[in-house]
């Protein structure tokens, strides 16, 4: 009968740290979770215009599209997008960046030129932003992490 006692308190003392590393694994998990958290920062992203090759008998679109085409940030990061029109003057086309509320803006780049907007962006979601000579291609989105 000892034997079996000693055998089933072992198996509890077992059971019982297993169940300590478990927990412990977890919460650590937890924590350096809430360790990695990054306040408010400025994030710079590098935007330019690009073209994407289509035969214009068959695909009557303007051709024109940003790169990168989607933008991330954190609620209360400074946004700093420098933007570079990359084609040639004189022949080469015009091109915006806009955006609507709540982060309005409306910048116009030249052929050849660059432009650098700066904004916060404190509204979580999804927003659109474009280029108002070359819709419906020419298109992005900034992603805000509440």
């Given at each position: 009968m000892q034997g079996q006692k000693e055998k089933s308190a072992g198996k509890v003392i077992l059971v019982t740290v297993i169940l300590s590393v478990a927990a412990g694994l977890f919460a650590g998990y937890g924590i350096g979770y809430a360790f990695q958290y990054q306040g408010p920062t400025t994030?710079?992203?590098f935007l330019f215009?690009?073209?994407?090759?289509?035969n214009e008998s068959l695909y009557p679109?303007?051709?024109?599209?940003?790169?990168?085409?989607?933008?991330?940030?954190?609620?209360?990061d400074?946004?700093?997008?420098?933007?570079?029109?990359?084609?040639?003057p004189p022949?080469?086309?015009?091109?915006?960046f806009t955006m609507s509320s709540?982060?309005?803006t409306n910048v116009n780049v030249n052929p050849g030129a660059n432009a650098n907007i700066t904004f916060t962006v404190n509204l979580p979601g999804v927003f659109r932003y474009w280029c108002?000579?070359?819709?419906?291609?020419?298109?992005?989105?900034?992603?805000v992490l509440g």
């Open positions: 994030r710079e992203y215009n690009s073209s994407v090759d289509l679109y303007i051709h024109d599209t940003f790169f990168p085409d989607h933008l991330t940030a954190n609620r209360g400074t946004i700093i997008i420098h933007y570079i029109n990359t084609e040639s022949q080469g086309d015009k091109h915006s709540p982060y309005s108002v000579y070359h819709e419906p291609t020419m298109r992005g989105y900034l992603t």
